[in-house]
């Protein structure tokens, strides 16, 4: 998810192979150990990288997890490169899909504006920013899902640990990208979770808007969740994500 990197899913990783499922994570371009280019912070180039490193790896019966932004990724990469049949299963959790810029054709969305700020107020002061956006992720001083302040801080040497153009060209991305035609093409088990409570990506601008394009996907809402619900709610979104994995999910 934007702007963390692989690290994010330690408490995924602490727990998921206790249940013989084997977890990978990656830092997509621009973050983390990752190399960071000037260019490439699109979606098309997301699912292309995405596609070199489960061909890389030889990765069979995938179930592919993406959080957040993560979301944009799945949904792009299913829809044009899964003819080999990598994936067998998909997730978009806190998901950005399937579009957030608020259009004629979308008004569920949000306006052009709110990303406007958002860049600059990174252009400007990327650790306030960051750490402003992270109190609101995990729902800080909203909800009583304690995250402690040495949590934030943690979380927010993540998120700077990024090229700064990268975090600011990803955001681009993130928010104007239209997944809706991407998702009317995937073919395979879909799982959705998202928090009624997400101030970060409204639930109303996305998950309920996604089911709508994935009408058979498996839809779950965390009535007290935000955005950050896999480490404010982790124990509920393990087992979710186990029980899914395991599932005989059929398309």
């Keep these: 998810?934007?702007?963390?990197?692989?690290?994010?899913?330690?408490?995924?990783?602490?727990?998921?192979?206790?249940?013989?499922?084997?977890?990978?994570?990656?830092?997509?371009?621009?973050?983390?150990?990752?190399?960071?280019?000037?260019?490439?912070?699109?979606?098309?180039?997301?699912?292309?990288?995405?596609q070199l490193l489960l061909k890389e790896l030889d990765l069979?019966?995938?179930?592919?997890?993406?959080?957040?932004?993560?979301?944009?990724?799945?949904?792009?990469?299913?829809?044009?490169?899964n003819q080999d049949g990598r994936v067998t299963k998909g997730a978009l959790v806190?998901?950005?899909?399937?579009?957030?810029?608020?259009?004629?054709d979308n008004p569920s969305g949000?306006?052009?504006e709110q990303f406007d700020t958002m860049q600059e107020e990174l252009e400007a002061d990327r650790p306030k920013f960051l750490a402003g956006f992270g109190k609101m992720f995990y729902g800080v001083g909203f909800f009583n899902h304690p995250v402690s302040d040495?949590?934030?801080?943690?979380?927010?040497?993540?998120?700077?640990?990024s090229a700064g153009y990268a975090t600011i060209k990803v955001m681009q991305a993130w928010a104007t990208t239209d997944f809706r035609s991407d998702l009317a093409q995937i073919k395979v088990p879909m799982l959705v979770i998202h928090g009624k409570e997400d101030k970060t990506v409204p639930?109303?601008?996305s998950a309920e808007e996604t089911i709508k394009h994935v009408p058979k996907a498996e839809y779950i809402v965390y009535d007290d969740a935000p955005h950050g619900l896999f480490y404010t709610h982790k124990e509920r979104f393990n087992e979710d994500i186990i029980n899914f994995v395991n599932s005989k999910s059929v398309f």
Excluded at 23 to 32: A, C, L, N, Q, S
Excluded at 60 to 81: I, N, P, Q
């Design 1 to 50: 998810g934007w702007p963390l990197n692989y690290q994010m899913w330690e408490y995924q990783l602490n727990e998921l192979p206790k249940h013989n499922i084997r977890v990978i994570t990656y830092d997509r371009r621009g973050f983390g150990l990752s190399s960071r280019p000037w260019n490439g912070y699109d979606y098309d180039t997301f699912a292309a990288d995405l």
């Design 150 to 161: 040495e949590f934030l801080q943690h979380d927010l040497s993540m998120t700077l640990d």
């Design 110 to 112: 949000l306006p052009q």
């Design 203 to 205: 639930i109303e601008a």
């Design 60 to 81: 069979t019966d995938v179930t592919l997890v993406g959080f957040s932004m993560g979301g944009g990724e799945v949904a792009r990469y299913l829809s044009k490169y």
């Design 94 to 104: 806190s998901s950005v899909t399937p579009y957030l810029l608020k259009t004629d």
